[in-house]
């Protein structure tokens, strides 16, 4: 089934990760795609047959020109994927003013500039259900993460905002919803491996912090964010949807791995 028919589809931090897997996905459900990215992203949409538009998301004017420019080459929008984001390590005290504002930028702000540009956009739309968000927020966005302050701060502010924008656009038939991912394997989570300075393998910090006992993966990740952007979702909105391996439902697999499970 080609539950993305003819949508057309803006995603953001499209070209590397979660992004490019879920232009993918979304290609593969029938949709007409815009990718918008900071880096050079021609060679996907190509492959796609998207558009390719660049920009950086902590640049309001600049994401104002991305909708407008998915609205002139297609005539609307259907689907927005707030995607786009970017990792620093460091503890809170050591934080740079520097680094944790340009985290917050394009982390929170530019999710908040997404989210003005599109709905605008989509409230031009006709019928009952005129378009559908997914933000991707992060299992930091929901539960503490020591390192990531700044970016703890962002993705809480993210999921917040999702249900702010869903009750204020719920009446216009619009939905908003976000997902919250566990340590999923693209480049952003290579700097878990950095961060330990090399000690600990991205596979060893997948298989400890998830109950599952191993790295998500981005098309796992893909296929729920087609899920939430389709109609098949359609009675769901201001959702923070884990897709963690269990990480927020409690302590890690580890803790359990004893138990003796014939009674
Ligand atoms: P990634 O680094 O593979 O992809 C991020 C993309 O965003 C890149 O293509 C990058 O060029 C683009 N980008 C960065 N800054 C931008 C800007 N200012 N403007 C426009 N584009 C910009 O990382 P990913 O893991 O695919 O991350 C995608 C989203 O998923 C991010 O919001 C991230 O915070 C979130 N996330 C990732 C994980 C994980 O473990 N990988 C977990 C939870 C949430």
């Not at 929008?77 to 005290?93: K, T, Y």
């Not at 809480?156 to 939905?175: Q, S």
């Not at 098309?219 to 897709?243: H, R, Y």
């Amino acid at each position: 089934m080609n539950s993305l028919q003819d949508k057309v589809t803006l995603i953001t931090g499209a070209v590397s990760g979660i992004g490019e897997a879920s232009a993918r996905c979304m290609k593969e459900a029938g949709a007409r795609l815009a990718l918008a990215d900071i880096q050079d992203g021609s060679e996907l949409a190509a492959e796609l047959d998207a558009i390719f538009i660049e920009v950086d998301v902590a640049d309001h004017e600049a994401v104002e020109a991305m909708v407008a420019r998915t609205v002139e080459h297609y005539g609307r929008l259907d689907v927005f994927v707030n995607n786009a984001g970017i990792e620093i390590h460091s503890p809170l005290v050591a934080t740079t003013p520097e680094d944790h504002c340009r985290l917050i930028d394009v982390n929170l702000n530019g999710v908040y500039y997404g989210l003005q540009s599109a709905i605008r956009a989509m409230i031009n739309n006709e019928g009952p259900d005129r378009g559908a968000i997914v933000n991707t927020a992060s299992v930091a966005g929901l539960i503490g993460a020591p390192g990531l302050s700044s970016y703890n701060a962002a993705k809480g502010g993210v999921v917040l905002l999702t249900k702010n924008a869903a009750l204020e656009v719920a009446a216009f038939g619009i939905r908003v919803n976000a997902v919250c991912p566990g340590i999923i394997r693209t480049p952003m989570a290579e700097g878990f491996e950095a961060m330990s300075g090399g000690m600990i393998s991205l596979e060893e910090v997948g298989k400890t912090a998830h109950p599952m006992g191993r790295l998500g993966e981005a098309a796992e990740v893909a296929k729920l964010i087609c899920f939430l952007a389709s109609d098949d979702a359609s009675f769901i909105t201001g959702a923070a949807v884990p897709i963690d391996g269990g990480m927020t439902a409690g302590p890690s697999a580890g803790d359990f791995a004893n138990l003796d499970m014939n009674g």
